[in-house]
């Protein structure tokens, strides 16, 4: 599936980004995302063989976007941008892991109240 610039906004994960559609999609070059796919930053998906039919997953996109944010404030070079860009992918996965953590927790007015009991007047 090609996805275009002006459909970022429905990419789900599941959807495929061909490689001239990311890199326009991040303001970078084929040749640069091809070095950050050799750095081993980007993993591109399975069952394209040639080179120019490369395709990754949508999920790839927000976090490569705030790498080249932060390449372009900070002038960073594209090796820098292969180690932020695996960290980025790493908060997103541990974040995703605490939201469905949290899911499992009772409501915190169900929970047992902690610190100690309030005063009350004692009864005679």
Known sequence: MTVHVPE????EAHHRVELEDLASMCSLSAAELRELVDYGALVPLLGESGDAGLQFSAACVPPLREAMRLRTHYDLDLFTVSLL???LQRIAHLEQQVRALQANLPHPSLLPREGPTPWREPHA
């Open 8 to 11: 970022l906004w429905g990419l």
């Open 85 to 87: 860009l695996g960290y």
